[in-house]
């Protein structure tokens, strides 16, 4: 079992629409989650990161946490073509400092 | 504030040829880390330095060496080089665990 699990995508939503990511990681001890939005030939950037159990909010962007059910989700309301991207989920296994990735949801916003 | 900085940003090898990918931050960060990226895969730990002095295999560290020169500069070398890494590769840096990773723009090495 891979240390962080994504469905590669692609997945296609309307613009406007929400579009939902999910990230399943499988270190109970994990403490620190993170959401990247690579674009192709970019390098990866930070959207939101994550600590406590519950929904944080930024701007259009939500990130969802669940340690119970070792999941994690982020939630893009009203998208937008712009955001057209691969989402990138990552963890600290354990709390350390061994950050790990996973294989990234590519989204694709369509007119 | 440069960030994190990586050299070269394009690399062509032919197989069994060595170099070495420069890596430094300014950010005075006490992690620092190297990735390759190929399709379909994201991004793939190589090693990793938690700090200055120390340094760990990650997921798929065969065929790569790493150093991590000063509490800057993390350089990642590839002794003889083989098609199978022929890749894009990432440095990245972090403060914590518990905070935002910087990457480098990337270098994208081709082995022929």
């Known amino acids: 079992q891979k240390e962080v699990e994504q469905n590669s995508g692609p997945l296609s939503v309307p613009e406007g629409a929400i579009a939902s990511l999910n990230c399943t990681y499988s270190d109970r001890g994990s403490q620190s989650f993170f959401w990247y939005r690579q674009y192709s030939g970019k390098s990866p950037e930070l959207i939101m990161s994550?600590?406590?159990?519950g929904d944080k909010e930024d701007g259009r962007f939500t990130a969802q946490l669940n340690k119970a059910s070792q999941y994690v989700s982020l939630l893009i309301r009203d998208s937008q073509p712009s955001d057209s991207a691969t989402y990138l989920c990552?963890?600290?296994?354990?709390?350390?400092?061994?950050?790990?990735f996973g294989t990234g949801t590519q989204l694709k916003v369509e007119l | 504030n440069a960030g994190v900085t990586q050299t070269p940003k394009f690399q062509v090898l032919k197989t069994g040829q060595s170099m070495t990918l420069q890596c430094a931050q300014d950010?005075?960060?006490?992690?620092m880390y190297w990735y390759r990226q190929d399709p379909g895969m994201g991004l793939r730990l190589i090693y990793y330095s938690a700090s200055e002095g120390t340094t760990d295999k990650g997921e798929v560290p065969n065929g790569y060496n790493v150093s991590r020169l000063n509490k800057r500069e993390f350089s990642l070398r590839l002794e003889s080089a083989a098609p199978s890494q022929t890749s894009v590769y990432f440095c990245?840096?972090?403060?914590?665990?518990?905070?935002?990773?910087?990457f480098g723009q990337g270098t994208r090495l081709t082995v022929v």
């Open positions: 994550i600590y406590s159990n």
């Open positions: 950010m005075n960060h006490n992690s």
């Open positions: 990552a963890v600290n296994p354990g709390g350390g400092n061994k950050l790990t």
């Open positions: 990245a840096s972090t403060g914590t665990s518990n905070t935002e990773a910087f």
